[in-house]
Structures are given as C-alpha cells and as structure tokens.
C-alpha cells in the first residue's frame, strides 16, 4: 500500500505535498487506458438494478441557459418562474434587510449544498445518506417506505423520505422551519415550504438536480432549481469547520435596501 | 405545527433535565429488528450480519459514558497526567469548563465523541468499504475499511483520519491527525497533535455494543490507556437535528471561578438529617433518582445508581456536584424538616421529593 501511495507521489509530484487523502486512487472507478477516470463510462447500477448514486460529487455549471450566480453558488433558474405572492415580498423586504444565517454558521439552504462544495452520496440498503463537506453535516433520506411526519418538529432540514421514478431519484422533504433562504440574500421561505428533489446519474461521472420549490404562502407557484455535479474521483471530503475563528459576522453591518 | 426549539441545546447540556421533545419519527416501528411476541424489540437477539459475514453495528446507539465524560483520565494513577497536562486541566476546572471547545463553544467533539454527554446517541452506518458514524449535531465521521493507511503527514483537524479493520467479530478502529483544540473530557483533560486512539467496537448482542478505547498521547500522558464504555440499541427511532450554535446562550453566562465558591464546614448532625433517596420524574417520563449518603463527615451522592461521588458544601443547605460545571444541589425544608432536593442546574432547575428518609 505505501508503495501504492509513493508511486502516486513521483507520478503527481506536485499534488502530494498536502499529505492526507486528496490523492488516493478510489477501487471500482473505470479508467480510460491512459489511467484517468472514464467520466462517460455507463452508469452504475446497484445489485437491486437501480442506479447506484454514490460516490463524491462536486457541483459543475455547464454552458445552459438560465444560469444564475448567488452567492457563490451557481444553479440554473428561470427568474420568471418566480413569482412572490404579498406575503413573500414583504418576507422578502424584511429578510434582506440584514438577515445571513448563513454567516452565523447555521445550516445552509439545500440547494446550496449541491452548489458549493464536495458532498459525497452513500446508498444503502432502505436508506441514501449525504455527506456535505459544507459543515461537516449530513443528510438521512428515508428509502423504507416511511411516510414524512404529519406534525413535525420543524427543522433547518426538514424530513425527507425517497422512492425511484425509473432512473431517477425523487426526495421529498418537509418540516422545515422558516429561518433559511432558498437563494441566500434573495429568495426566502416560510414553514409550509416543501422541496422536491430528483437526482439523476446520468453516466459515470455526471449527475443532474433539479429542486421543485413549493412554498405557497411566500410563492404563488412552484418553481424549479438546477444543478449539475461532476465525479470527483480519487479524493476524499475535507473537514469544513464553518463556527472554527468565525469573523464574518461582525463585519456584516448595514441594511440592504 | 410545534417547535421544540432552543432549550434543547440547553436542556441536553447539562444532563440533569435531560430528555427531548417527540414528534417525528421517534416512535416509528423500524422494519428488520427482532421482536418479542408483544412486538417490543428482542434486545438480547443474535447480532445481525451483513452480506460479508461481518457483524453489522448499524444502528442508533445511546453510549453509557459515566465516568469517563466527566473524567477521561479517571482510570489513571496520579503522575501519569504529565505536569503540564494536570495544570491545564485545573485551569480549566476553576474556570468552570466555560472555554469547552465543543460543548459551549459548538465545535466538533474531537477524540471525546464516543464518551462525551451531549453527542450521544450516535448512529452508525455500515458499508464494507466505509462505515460512517452520524452524530446528532448532524456531524458525521468517516472510517475507511478498504485497505488504505493512515496519511503519513496528515493536515490536523478535529476528528482525525480514521482506518478500520475486522479482527475478527471485533471492529478496530485507529485514528491519527488530530489537531490539539479539543478536550477529552468535561473536566479540560487536554490531548495534543500526537494523540492516537484506537476504538474496538464489539456488538455483543442485537441491543448492546461495546467499546473499548485506548488514549495513546506520550506528550501529554505517561502511558496509554484504556477506557471501555456501552452503548445501548435505541430501536425504532431516529437521531433529532441538533444545531448547536443556533440561539446559543451558555457562554454569556459562564462567569466566576470555581475558587469563588468556598467550600465551608458543615456539622455532622446537618449533613445526617440530608440522608435519604430523592426522586422526580423529568419530561418524557424519565426518571430521575438521587440517593444521598452521609459518611466520613461528608455528602455524598450516587444518581441513578451509579457511582457515589462527594460533595463540596458551599453553605450549610447547598453543595456543588464535581466536574459539573458549577452544578448545584440544595436541601429544602418544610415544616423543620428536609422535604426536597433541589438541582440547579445552567439549564434550570429540577425539585426532587424526598420518597425516603435516613440510610
């Protein structure tokens, strides 16, 4: 194995240096013959047929239509699907005169987790888990058939249960309480807010996203969010400490009108 | 819609009132867990397996931390906490545990996960390849098991680079990387950058796991050694979203000194008329029980039948509990006679009837 990892030092020289394991040769990863990984190859599949998910991901911002930058995070989103309802724009006005919670190193809003950072998707027999290199904090999907809870604790990350429609991964989350964004500094939500979200590998090392957002006391339709991510094989997450000698949060004064 | 909101934080901090509001899916039946034929689970059932072979430690376990959350080192002779270690930790002490990275100040839990009060339950999740621990703060840690060594100049952080293997039914677990930020107990027992630990976690039956973990730090202690905790099978339930640094509102008021309080003399013939077993029951119908011993002219306690520990009086009716924080307890009289008992704790207060007088 040590010989493994200094055969992978004098082939990469310059990328070894940072010693833990951002360079490790991940099994079970289809190579083109020159030895990088085949991003085209064909879908995985589970041993129950379905598409397998896992693995480490990274988000990615082809040239589509549609693209939108908030905050560092970069989604397709047609504007004009949005539409506040009175209730939301006055959310809305009082949110960002100064409202982050971002900033405090509170848990991010979802879409953002598969727009910033590495994430990694382990599926699991009755259950898909997430792990977001954003906070260190994970995600527990709920694939044995449970029902979501009709009267639930609300919390930054809702309850989430999944099922498969074909090749496509469909999460459905509720409970979410109304201290978040949907697009930090943008897009607010209120408590009956419910996100649908389908995953869809759709070769090796590409995976495409797109977030239902429904939420009709701030919004008078749904409307949709997309994302892409890209495989990053041959690395591991990072420990991501967001609270760690936190120094935004005093800076951030003055009102946004 | 109901909101339990921040007193969890709080509430869960110190232990005493302990105990977390229902809702969501605390109660839901879980498919595959052995059942008696009253359909409550059958906790003393075989250890399930995976399709390997391996034992499968899947599941929500609560870890039974008692002594070593408040006390890591409590196995230890005196002089195997090198000088400068042992200092450190008194410093902490009188400064109450207010700079407690994790526990206060919303950091992750470090080496002390397995054994620290407020991050269990933990739920473990098992691949061949990778077996991942969620803790309820909605952290997580990974443990490789597909070959890989530990990195031979690892960039530190909290949680370390951990690598597994199977000696047998037994999971063994070694962690290197650390960085030096975190306490290894309530009590400040520091750890630096050398630290290495390596956990054995054996499931002994379908409710009950072991763990066996060994301290390995010769810049901090004299030898390694070895703590081995329980954990108990929560079944049909979940882990709760717990975020830490949302509302939180410990720090501000952790002020004053341990030596602040001066311990004083109390008469023999007080500390007899305090003996007895003190009980309540906390929300979600938990029990809670306290026996109270005089001997050797001081107080002591057990709770919940644990270990008796002493008690340092400040007044003649309040008494600090060690390595709490500044916990307190306080008798209360009625009618000339000791009646209660009385927790103040940084979450609140809980009053204990007295249900038995005397030994």
Redesign the interface.
């Known amino acids: 194995?040590?010989k493994l990892?200094l055969l992978g030092c004098l082939a990469l020289i310059a990328s070894c240096a940072?010693?833990?394991?951002l360079n490790?040769p991940a099994?079970r990863i289809p190579r083109l013959p020159d030895g990088k990984p085949n991003l085209s190859a064909p879908t995985p599949h589970s041993p129950d047929d379905k598409p397998d998910l896992s693995g480490l991901w990274t988000y990615d911002l082809p040239a589509i239509p549609n693209a939108v930058q908030v905050d560092q995070q970069r989604f397709q989103v047609n504007l004009e699907e949005i539409v506040l309802t009175p209730e939301g724009k006055a959310l809305q006005q009082k949110r960002r005169e100064n409202y982050f919670p971002g900033a405090?190193?509170?848990?991010s809003n979802l879409p953002k987790l598969t727009a910033t950072l590495p994430y990694k998707i382990?599926t699991?027999k009755?259950?898909v888990?997430f792990?977001y290199e954003e906070?260190?904090?994970?995600r527990?999907i709920?694939m044995?058939g449970?029902e979501l809870?009709k009267?639930?604790?609300?919390?930054?990350?809702g309850?989430s249960v999944g099922k498969w429609d074909g090749d496509t991964l469909v999460v459905d989350t509720s409970?979410f309480?109304d201290d978040e964004w949907i697009l930090p500094g943008r897009y607010p939500h209120s408590?009956a807010l419910h996100i649908i979200e389908r995953y869809r590998r759709r070769d090796f090392g590409h995976l495409e996203i797109q977030f239902t957002i429904d939420d009709l006391k701030v919004y008078a339709k749904p409307w949709t969010v997309k994302a892409y991510s890209h495989l990053i094989p041959d690395t591991?997450?990072?420990?991501y400490?967001c609270?760690?000698n936190e120094k935004d949060l005093k800076h951030m004064v003055g009102v946004d009108k | 819609m109901k909101k339990t909101s921040q007193p969890l934080k709080a509430l869960c901090c110190l232990g005493w009132i302990a105990g977390c509001v229902s809702g969501q899916w605390l109660n839901y039946p879980t498919p595959g867990i052995p059942r008696l034929p009253d359909g409550k689970p059958n906790l003393a059932a075989p250890v399930p397996k995976t399709a390997d072979g391996k034992p499968d430690l899947s599941g929500v376990w609560r870890i039974n931390y008692r002594p070593y959350s408040s006390n890591i080192a409590n196995d230890l002779k005196p002089g195997d906490v090198q000088s400068w270690a042992e200092a450190l930790t008194k410093q902490r002490q009188e400064n109450l545990g207010k700079d407690d990275p994790s526990s206060i100040h919303c950091l992750p839990f470090g080496p002390r996960v397995n054994f620290a009060m407020d991050a269990t339950p933990l739920k473990i999740v098992q691949t061949p390849a990778l077996i991942v621990i969620l803790g309820q703060d909605l952290t997580y840690r990974q443990i490789f098991l597909d070959g890989r060594q530990l990195p031979s100049d690892p960039n530190p952080d909290f949680m370390g680079y951990s690598v597994g293997q199977w000696e047998g039914d037994m999971l063994v677990v070694t962690t290197a990387g650390y960085n030096d930020r975190t306490w290894l107990d309530y009590s400040g027992h520091p750890h630096t950058e050398v630290l290495r630990t390596i956990e054995r976690f054996h499931r002994n039956d379908f409710g009950h796991l072991e763990i066996t973990e060994t301290f390995d730090d010769p810049k901090a202690y004299a030898r390694p050694w070895t703590v081995r905790v329980t954990g108990d099978l929560i079944p049909d339930s979940d882990l709760l979203e717990y975020v830490c640094n949302e509302n939180e509102k410990d720090s501000a008021h952790m002020v004053g000194k341990a030596s602040d309080l001066k311990a004083v003399e109390v008469a023999p013939e007080v500390l007899a008329k305090y003996a007895g077993v003190y009980t309540a029951t906390l929300s979600l119908g938990r029990p809670i029980r306290f026996e109270i011993f005089p001997s050797g002219g001081e107080l002591w306690f057990s709770r919940d039948g644990g270990a008796r520990q002493p008690l340092t009086p400040v007044s003649n009716t309040r008494f600090v509990v060690p390595g709490f924080s500044g916990a307190q307890l306080e008798f209360v009289e009625e009618n000339g006679d000791t009646a209660a008992l009385q927790l103040h704790g940084i979450a609140g207060d809980a009053r204990l009837p007295r249900v038995r007088e005397g030994k």
Request: contains cysteine.
């Open positions: 194995m040590r990892e940072s010693g833990q394991w490790y099994a405090e190193c509170l848990p382990l699991l009755g259950m888990v792990l906070e260190n904090r994970f527990q709920f044995d449970r809870p009267d639930p604790n609300p919390t930054w990350w309850y409970g309480n408590d591991e997450l990072l420990e400490v609270i760690e």
